[in-house]
């Protein structure tokens, strides 16, 4: 049988609900053979990967999803086999951890304004250890009882030009592919369905990414199609995954159903 590959999955050290161990149990359960976990901002859980993985006999590439902007819209760019050690790399990551904070206390700052009592320790409480992000905050509104629903909080308050949005620190995707590059990794435009049109795609193929995400549960059979002809006319690499965040949507559904195979990761190594 191919090997099943899935590269795009997250813990709690970001917006995901289980923990390394936890995942890489679904994982081995789920039939994949390779997988990456890839969190915003945040490549802690790879030195607790990787020796639950041997123990599984999963094979665990060092990944993380960049959060990265151009105006106001979030571009993810997803970073592989880079070395988590680098010190650039990791410098980079406390800082945006420290600005995600920030950000988060703008937004109860202004949620405060709004009379919405949202406390800072209750949206650090439901991050943990993780990057704090918009989730988390949708989180705490409604743990507190300030919001109905998840969607609710996002849809009056934190969503993108509703009253308590507040901007992430502005990372340009070039700034994000030379980060990874110079740790010696690959990067790919995520999900490139969900907000990336054509004009922007051939802007980051330029700028020097290596590949797309074409295999995406956000992405028609059509799209991946579009996304692996693109992929040959600019001698890509393509990459894919779930996207799992452990239980949001039909999260437990699609895990181990959305993958590439072991030869197309073969093509990354090879790249590198
Ligand atoms: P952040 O990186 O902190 O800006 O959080 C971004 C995450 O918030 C996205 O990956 C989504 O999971 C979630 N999100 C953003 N906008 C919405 C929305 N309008 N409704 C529900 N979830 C959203
Ligand atoms: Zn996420
Ligand atoms: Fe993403
Ligand atoms: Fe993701």
Excluded: W
């Amino acid at each position: 049988m191919v090997g099943r590959a899935d590269l795009h999955m997250h813990t709690t050290y970001s917006d995901g609900t289980l923990s390394t161990h936890d995942l890489l149990h679904r994982a081995k359960q789920a039939g994949l053979s390779i997988i990456s976990i890839t969190d915003h901002d945040n490549a802690s859980a790879i030195d607790e990967a990787l020796p639950l993985a041997a123990e599984l006999g999963l094979e665990v590439i060092p990944g993380v999803e960049l959060s990265a902007t151009i105006g106001d819209q979030d571009i993810h760019i997803l970073g592989y086999f880079f070395d988590h050690k680098n010190s650039r790399i990791e410098e980079y990551l406390s800082f945006f951890r420290i600005e995600r904070v920030r950000r988060a206390e703008r937004i109860v700052e202004k949620l405060n304004d709004l009379k919405i009592p949202l406390r800072l320790e209750s949206v650090l409480d439901q991050a943990g250890p993780g990057s704090v992000g918009r989730p988390h905050i949708a989180n705490a509104l409604v743990e507190e009882g300030l919001t109905e629903t998840y969607h609710e909080a996002f849809a009056k308050y934190i969503g993108f030009g509703r009253p308590a949005y507040e901007r992430k620190y502005q990372v340009s995707p070039k700034e994000a592919i030379e980060l990874i590059s110079s740790a010696s990794g690959l990067s790919f435009v995520a999900h490139p369905g969900s907000n990336v049109d054509e004009k922007v795609l051939v802007e980051l193929i330029q700028e020097g990414v290596d590949g797309i995400e074409v295999i995406h549960p956000s992405h028609s059979p059509e799209r991946v199609a579009y996304y692996n002809g693109i992929v040959s006319e600019y001698f890509l690499l393509a990459c894919g995954g779930s996207d799992f965040h452990g239980g949001k949507r039909n999260d437990y559904e699609v895990f181990g159903k959305y993958f590439i195979s072991d030869e197309q990761v073969e093509m990354m190594r090879r790249r590198l």
